[in-house]
C-alpha cells in the first residue's frame, strides 16, 4: 500500500489545486498512468502514478488546494506499509481570509507551505455548507462508468455554469465533451450564460467572485514587481508592412510550410531575433544583486498567450538557432499546447524576449509591462489597411492604400537607453517593410 505525495512540478512550486481525477477507487493502474490534472502557479500538469495496483481511496477532493507532499491518492501496490487518514478540507473563517484548516496526522513533507493543509477554494461551496458535510468518502468503483472525457477548457466552462458533464450529449472524437456541447446543455437548462451573474434565491446577488490562484495570481504578481522594479520605457512607430503580409502569402503556397500556420508574427519573430544580434542589451538582465548586466548569448523568444486560467509566456529555447520553418513549426506547437492549458513550467523559464500580439484582438498598440527576469518585450499591433506616403526609387511621392501596424516596445531604462531602444525597433520596423531581402539571405 502506497500513498503518491503531491511532487514538485518545477519552479520550486510549493501548492497545488486538484482540477480533474483521471481515476476511481477499484481502477487497476500502471506506472506512469495519468492519474490526476493539477493547476499550480503557472499551468495545468498531469500526474503520472509512480505505482502500480488499484487505487484504494482518492485522499483529496476535486476543488481543493494542498501543500506539497501531501498525499493525495492511495494505491494498493501489494508493498504493506503505514499510511495517513484521507485529508478532509475544513471550513474557513470568512471574517480571517488568510486563515487555513489544518488536518490532523497530515503528512508535513515538502516545501515552506506544508503546514497549511488543505484549502478549500472560495467558490466551491458556502462555508455553512462546507461545515455540514461529512468527511468525503472513497469513491465506488462504480463511479468509473461515469468518467467523461472532456479537455480543462470545457470543464472549467461547466463548473462556471453549473453544468454537470455526466448529462452533456458528447460530439467530440472518442466521446469526448466538446464546448458546443457544454453550450447547448446550457440552454436546454436555461442556465444563464458564464457573462451573466449567478441567480441567487432571492434575485438580489448583482456581484460575484473569483478567488485569485493559479496562472491569474502567478501572472499578477510577477507583473507588480516588474512595473515597481524596473523603470519602464515605451516607443512606438507605424510601419508599413504590405510586403510582410504578401511574403506571408508568399510562404503558404511554399510546399513545405503547406501544413503549418505562416501568419505576420512568424516574420515579426524572425525580425525580432534578427535585430537583436544588433543591439544585445535588448536581450540581457539586469541583476540587481551583484550588481551586473547579463548578457546572453542565445534568445529563448517568448510568445504572451491568453488562455482561460490566465495569461501564459511559454518561450522558444534557443530560437535564435532555428531556420524560418523550424522557427513556425515551434511557434504553432507553442501556441496549440497554450490555448489548451498545458504548458508546463520549465516552458515558461528562461525567457529571455517576449513578443505581445494584441493585434488579434484589433488593438493598435499598447504599453506592455516587461517580464520579470527579461529587459524588453513588444507589442505588435493590428495590421490595418490606411493611406500611405509611398516613395518610389525616383524619390516621387504618391498616396496609395497600404497595410499598417503599429509595433512598440518596452525597455528596461536602468540599462536600456534610448539609443539601444530605438536602434532595435528601428531594425525590427526595417525588416518588416521588406521582410524578403532581410530574411532570405
Not at 495496483?53 to 503505514?82: Q, Y
Not at 465533451?177 to 446543455?185: G, T
Not at 489548451?340 to 484589433?362: L, W
Amino acid at each position: 500500500m502506497s500513498d503518491y505525495k503531491l511532487p514538485d512540478v518545477g519552479e520550486g512550486l510549493t501548492e497545488a489545486e486538484i482540477v480533474t481525477w483521471r481515476v476511481a477507487v477499484g481502477d487497476e493502474v500502471a506506472i506512469n498512468d495519468i492519474v490526476v490534472e493539477i493547476e499550480t502557479a503557472k499551468s495545468l500538469v498531469e500526474l503520472p502514478s509512480p505505482y502500480a495496483g488499484t487505487v484504494e481511496a482518492l485522499l483529496v477532493p476535486e476543488g481543493v488546494t494542498v501543500s506539497v507532499g501531501t498525499p493525495i491518492i492511495r494505491i494498493n501496490d501489494g508493498v504493506a506499509a503505514p499510511v495517513p487518514p484521507p485529508i478532509v478540507p475544513e471550513p474557513l473563517d470568512l471574517s480571517n481570509p488568510a486563515a487555513t484548516g489544518r488536518v490532523e496526522g497530515e503528512s508535513l513533507v515538502g516545501r515552506n507551505k506544508a503546514e497549511r493543509g488543505a484549502v478549500r477554494r472560495a467558490r466551491a461551496r458556502r462555508v455553512d455548507e462546507v461545515a455540514q458535510q461529512p468527511p468525503p468518502s472513497p469513491v465506488p468503483a462504480a463511479a468509473a462508468t461515469l468518467q467523461v472525457l472532456a479537455k480543462p477548457p470545457v470543464r472549467k466552462l461547466a463548473r462556471d455554469l453549473g453544468i454537470d458533464l455526466t448529462t452533456c450529449r458528447a460530439t467530440g472524437p472518442a466521446g469526448t465533451v466538446r464546448r458546443a456541447d457544454v453550450e447547448a446543455a446550457v440552454g436546454e437548462a436555461g442556465v444563464g450564460t458564464r457573462a451573466s451573474a449567478p441567480s441567487s434565491t432571492d434575485g438580489s446577488q448583482r456581484e460575484y467572485r473569483e478567488p485569485i490562484k493559479g496562472v491569474r495570481k502567478m501572472m499578477g504578481a510577477a507583473m507588480v514587481s516588474s512595473a515597481f522594479t524596473a523603470p519602464h520605457v515605451t516607443e512606438w512607430v507605424t510601419v508599413d508592412v504590405t510586403r510582410t503580409t504578401q511574403f506571408v502569402e508568399r510562404l503558404r503556397a511554399r510546399r513545405e510550410f503547406a501544413d503549418l500556420k505562416v501568419s505576420p508574427l512568424l516574420i515579426l519573430a524572425a525580425a525580432c531575433l534578427r535585430a537583436v544580434r544588433r543591439t544585445p542589451v535588448i536581450n540581457s538582465t539586469w541583476d540587481e544583486s551583484a550588481q551586473e548586466v547579463v548578457f546572453k548569448r542565445y534568445v529563448n523568444l517568448g510568445i504572451a498567450a491568453a488562455t482561460p486560467r490566465g495569461l501564459v509566456v511559454p518561450n522558444i529555447k534557443d530560437a535564435d538557432g532555428l531556420s524560418l520553418l523550424e522557427l513556425a513549426t515551434r511557434l504553432g506547437e507553442l501556441t496549440a499546447v497554450a490555448r489548451e492549458g498545458r504548458t508546463q513550467p520549465a516552458d515558461m523559464a528562461g525567457g529571455t524576449f517576449t513578443i505581445t500580439n494584441v493585434g488579434v484582438f484589433g488593438i493598435d498598440g499598447g504599453t506592455p509591462i516587461i517580464n520579470p527576469g527579461e529587459s524588453a518585450i513588444l507589442c505588435f499591433g493590428a495590421t490595418k489597411r490606411a493611406p500611405w506616403v509611398v516613395r518610389d526609387a525616383a524619390g516621387a511621392e504618391s498616396l496609395e492604400i497600404r497595410d499598417v501596424c503599429t509595433l512598440s516596445v518596452s525597455f528596461d531604462h536602468r540599462h536600456v537607453d534610448g539609443e539601444s531602444g530605438s536602434r532595435f525597433l528601428a531594425d525590427v520596423a526595417s525588416i518588416m517593410e521588406d521582410p524578403a531581402a532581410a530574411l532570405l539571405f
